[in-house]
């Protein structure tokens, strides 16, 4: 044997070296969507994110900066054509998507602390609107972009199958939203594009905030899962992330929890 040394083998590339990405729903550096970009970035994807307004700029503008980002876009949902631009701006840039995450959701005030009995006609609608059929409005957008397949993602919670206390209105969105995850995974299938639906267990993001009694719901959630722990914006984030790799091909339609075994508990 000579003494030459021996050339070692290079190491494979990330996972979804090259891939496209869009995020949104970043709006500090406690959003769960900002794991998941971290996530896809260290995987070695390219982003596009997203923020709601000039207010929430500031916050999400340094997170683009170190996570790289190809495109950072403003996406108000409540604005017509919103997520449109969005689409029209990757076109431009990318011409091709391989994975998009929907990590937004909103119910009026008074009609997610209110009963839902109690709820509005139109407090319900713009929740439905904003937090489920945008989805399903990202999934037809996406889907020719996607020409070679590729993951949709979106952000659900166990109060879309069992009652959570002072989850109310949302109960029901999340439940619709599941259900789309699952007809679109379906109908897009056959183009190679599978669609997941992510439902953490309870984490301190801003939007949790909204929720009442939610400290509550957090010490329950890490006495009672059988892990005995709160999953963290990176748990999540990695096990999304996964999910958009080529490894998970044959994956779609699932809802799949990060949640430390909570939503196993009665």
Known sequence: MSGASQAHPAPPPPLLAGRKVLVTGIANDQSIAYGCARAFRAMGANLALTYLNDKALPHVAPLAEALDADLLLPLDLR???????VFAAIAERWGVLHAALHSIAFA????????????SAAGFAQAMDISCHSFIRMARLAEPLMRGGGTL????????????????LMGPVKAALEA????????????????????????????????????????????????????????????TAMLAADHARLITGTTLFVDGGYHIMG
């Open 153 to 168: 993602f979106t952000m659900s919670f166990q109060g879309a199958s069992r009652v959570v206390d002072h989850y109310n």
């Open 180 to 239: 789309s995850v699952r007809y679109l995974a379906h109908e897009l299938g056959p183009a190679g594009i599978r669609v997941h639906a992510i439902s953490p267990g309870p984490i301190a993001t801003r939007a949790a905030s909204g929720l009442a009694e939610f400290d509550h719901l957090l010490a329950d959630a890490a006495a009672r899962a059988p892990a005995h722990a709160l999953a963290t914006i990176d748990d999540v984030g990695f096990a």
């Open 79 to 85: 604005q017509p054509e919103a997520l449109e631009s």
């Open 108 to 119: 009026p005030k008074d009609d997610l602390h209110g009963r839902l009995v109690d709820s």
